[in-house]
């Protein structure tokens, strides 16, 4: 399973960003989500969708991100809004496979929130 993540950048605070995020053809998923890991930092989850529509979001983030998985095309989008300098990480695509529950992981992007 390869997961190609996209849309990362430089964003002054209050601003926006969407990432993207596409698994390759063949494969089924539970679960689709956004992992960050801020410099000197573990990796953190962002948010997570699950193929019955249910999300989760890491309380730093609710109310300003929004996760959504379209798990027929294999993909998962994060829209950041009100970006904050703190948000600043590189951001990891994850899938979780249905049966096997094996969990794959995305090459990163870069988000940096700075003016």
């Known amino acids: 399973v390869q997961l190609q993540a996209s849309g990362g950048g430089l964003v002054q605070p209050g601003g926006s960003l969407r990432l993207s995020c596409q698994a390759s053809?063949?494969?089924?998923?539970?679960?689709m989500g956004w992992y960050r890991q801020a410099p000197g930092k573990q990796r953190e989850l962002v948010a997570i969708v699950e193929s019955d529509g249910s999300a989760n979001y890491a309380e730093s983030v609710k109310g300003r991100f929004t996760i959504s998985g379209d798990f027929g095309k294999r993909t998962v989008d994060l829209q950041m809004n009100k970006l904050k300098p703190e948000d600043t990480a590189v951001y990891y695509c994850q899938a979780e496979r249905i049966i096997t529950r094996l969990i794959y992981w995305g090459q990163g992007t870069l988000v940096t929130v700075s003016s």
């Open positions: 053809r063949g494969f089924s998923f539970k679960a």
